[in-house]
């Protein structure tokens, strides 16, 4: 079964960076190249939003505007992972982070347009 597992999140302060990891298991080597990788977010009484996405190639990137300049979005194809780096947090950037795979061609930054999700990775920013 194929399931993204994050991990990386925890407590900083603001300013601070933090770098999370999503594998994508059971999925051959090959076929993690054919998917495309994002990240999504929900804060406690909000709706889940897009954050990063990046397409099965790399070659291609969306980012939210509430992040661009701060969070990097990255793959390692070959260990089947996505990557987002994130710094110069700030508080507003608390949240319950969500990687999710699309058999897809380009970067989707719609939820239904993604096939499998992680259980999500807490990050808390303190003033």
């Known amino acids: 079964q194929v399931q993204p597992v994050e991990s990386g999140g925890g407590l900083v302060q603001a300013g601070d960076s933090l770098r999370l990891s999503c594998v994508l298991s059971?999925?051959?080597?090959?076929?993690?190249?054919?998917?495309?990788m994002g990240w999504f977010r929900q804060a406690p009484g909000k709706e889940r939003e897009f954050v990063a996405g990046i397409s099965s190639d790399a070659g291609k990137e969306e980012m939210a505007e509430a992040v661009k300049g701060r969070f990097i979005i990255s793959r390692d194809n070959i260990w089947r992972t996505a990557y987002l780096q994130m710094n110069s947090l700030k508080p507003e950037d608390t949240a319950n982070y969500y990687c999710?795979?699309?058999?897809?061609?380009?970067?989707?930054?719609?939820?239904?347009?993604?096939?499998?999700w992680g259980r999500g990775t807490q990050v808390t920013v303190s003033s």
């Open positions: 059971g999925l051959a080597r090959t076929s993690f190249s054919s998917y495309s």
């Open positions: 999710a795979a699309a058999f897809h061609q380009g970067v989707p930054t719609s939820e239904n347009e993604y096939d499998y």
